[in-house]
């Protein structure tokens, strides 16, 4: 993959920026140390997290420029990022049939875990002292909580599909944000250093910051307190918003992967043509022709294949996208 621009750049995926530009997703967002060009699919935050991070500067973002002052502390940001991964917002082994990447047993036609919903995650998903895997531990207990739990590989419902991403979006929020946590330090540190720089025209946070640490911390507890809500359900809205655009971009995908197979499939049809009339006026050799009808069983096959795919995204994305996610399952005892 390819990494993100060297020069400031407002990165916006389209669902994002329908979803994360309003003033108050903005500002909320910017108290949990987050902009909104950090939401978008799996592949687009991998390009904006851990070592890649580096190659971006600033974090210009449009209507942020309340927020933050660039000459003050234009790297934070990316310091924070630069400690993350990109975090599945709904967790991804939910929608996954077989091994990651084999979307073929993926549980609906239209999930895609490159497209699907990220955010940053601080640290690796396995590690319980870290933002991610504070996730993955939240969407544990989400199914331990469960009363009426579907059981192993049962469809979990649209309504328990949500419920489970939401408090994975509460948990990542709160990471880092309560004193009785065992966090790892230095993300936590990168984090709320982040949250200063993102409100370094705050008066409230200007004010403390002059003070010391502790003030400034303190400031950055209030804010965060007071905007986490907002923050979680743009969030919300963001994920639902990009579930949509996944299916979208899903079914266009397959449904041009049909269109290419059955061109070279008629092209294998027609060659196989030409080599079996050129044969019976002599001018074709029989491994040439065996090759021929070789490929065109490839080719048949695949168009067959792919058109197979394609049918099973024939409905409309925007309500296929709800139904997707209802299919989601636990994998697993709680």
């Not at 979803?19 to 799996?42: E, H, Q, W």
């Not at 880092?176 to 949250?195: L, N, T």
Request: hydrophobic content about 30%; charged content about 35%; overall charge neutral.
């Amino acid at each position: 993959m390819t990494g993100p621009a060297q020069t400031p750049t407002v990165f916006m995926n389209a669902a994002a920026a329908e979803t994360l530009k309003s003033l108050k997703c903005v500002t909320a967002l910017a108290a949990c140390g987050y902009s909104p060009s950090d939401f978008g699919s799996y592949a687009e935050i991998y390009d904006r997290t851990g070592e890649r991070a580096k190659k971006t500067d600033g974090v210009y973002v449009a209507g942020q420029n309340g927020q933050i002052d660039p000459e003050k502390d234009p790297k934070a940001h990316q310091d924070f990022l630069g400690s993350c991964q990109s975090g599945h917002i709904s967790e991804n082994c939910r929608h996954q049939g077989g091994k990651r990447g084999d979307e073929d047993k993926n549980y609906c036609p239209y999930y895609d875990s490159n497209e699907a919903p990220c955010m940053p995650h601080a640290g690796n998903a396995f590690s319980p002292s870290t933002q991610h895997g504070a996730v993955l531990i939240q969407d544990r207990q989400t199914r331990k909580d469960a009363k009426d739990d579907p059981g192993v590989n049962q469809p979990l419902g649209l309504e328990r599909e949500k419920d489970a991403t939401r408090k994975a979006i509460d948990a990542s929020l709160d990471w880092g944000m309560k004193d009785e946590q065992a966090v790892a330090k230095e993300p936590k540190d990168k984090r709320y250093a982040a949250i200063a720089a993102l409100n370094s025209h705050d008066p409230e946070i200007a004010a403390a910051q002059a003070k010391g640490d502790g003030a400034l911390k303190d400031a950055i507890q209030k804010k965060y307190q007071e905007k986490k809500k907002d923050a979680a359900d743009c969030i919300e809205s963001f994920v639902d918003a990009q579930w949509k655009k996944m299916a979208k971009d899903t079914k266009a995908k397959k449904e041009n992967a049909a269109a290419d197979a059955k061109k070279a499939s008629d092209a294998a049809d027609a060659k196989v043509g030409e080599l079996e009339a050129a044969k019976k006026s002599g001018k074709a050799m029989d491994k040439e022709l065996a090759q021929a009808r070789k490929d065109q069983s490839a080719a048949n096959e695949n168009r067959d294949d792919t058109q197979k795919k394609a049918d099973a995204v024939a409905g409309d994305p925007d309500k296929a996208a709800d139904a997707c996610r209802g299919l989601a399952r636990a994998k697993g005892k709680p």
